[in-house]
């Protein structure tokens, strides 16, 4: 029926099936002369991934006479207190990371740790725990390596008008993220790391949470440090949870902000890399 009415209704961000058939009536069914409406969207912006498509995608397609894109987004998270802009991160920088850390991790040590840190950090782990992080990560980049050189840009029409494909985007600088909380999280080191440097990213810096040992906190755990270490970090930082994010995503204490992050967490880091996403 060429002139129904149509709407759609679009839960979280999986509107690209939406997208496409909008696209398709428009372009492809010249006697189209129904109306579309399109509502999607989340609880809050943290889970709107698409800003841009009430602004630019749809726009450019279709005429605005039977087609309409409605965004109405709260201009941040319904928290009940107001943000302190004044203490945020982006606009204080290192001091205010500094300031979390204390507060939320409790770590008031140096946050770069140095190759030679590094070394006298790992100096006792035992043999063993050396070679089976080795052996892990030599498994992880082996395959990274064998999947980079297997992976090719490609593109295919699969239905008229829907266009899927692959395209393959270097980055420079990789923020990978190892939580640490109750547990030393090994495999996320390498998983991410090495992959990343396989893939030839040229700067990888990596963050992990202070470990905390009878109660005190040392610093990131040992085996973490060992495995981010044999994965070829280039900057290592004692950073936990959304500070950490930050510092990875702005370039603090690298100078290098990071094009990508990666790496699992809480509820918090979570919504920050949600944040950063856009």
Known sequence: EKDADLILIGSGTGIAPFRALVKHLYRDVPDWKGRVLLFHGAKSGLELLYMNDAKDDFAQYYDRET?????????????????AWDLAIEARGEAAVREYAQKLDRWT???????????????????????????ATAQVRGFAL???????EFSREIHPGLIAGQRLIPVNVAGCYIPAGRY???ASAYMAIATAKAAGV???VAASTPFRVDGKDTGIHPQILYAMKVSGADVILTLGGVQAIASLAF???????????????????????????G
Do not use: Y
């Open 67 to 83: 087609f309409e894109a409605f965004k109405a987004l709260s201009p941040r998270p319904s928290w009940a207190d107001p943000i």
């Open 109 to 135: 040590g140096e946050i770069v740790v140095t190759p030679a840190e590094v070394e006298r950090r790992t100096a006792a782990l035992p043999a063993s725990v050396k070679r089976d992080i080795e052996f």
């Open 146 to 152: 064998a999947q980079r050189e297997s992976m090719h």
């Open 184 to 186: 030393a999280h090994i």
């Open 202 to 204: 040229p700067t990888v």
């Open 251 to 277: 370039g603090l204490f690298s100078g290098k902000p990071a094009d990508i992050v990666v790496g699992p967490g809480n509820k918090f880091a979570a919504a920050a890399q949600r944040m950063l996403f």
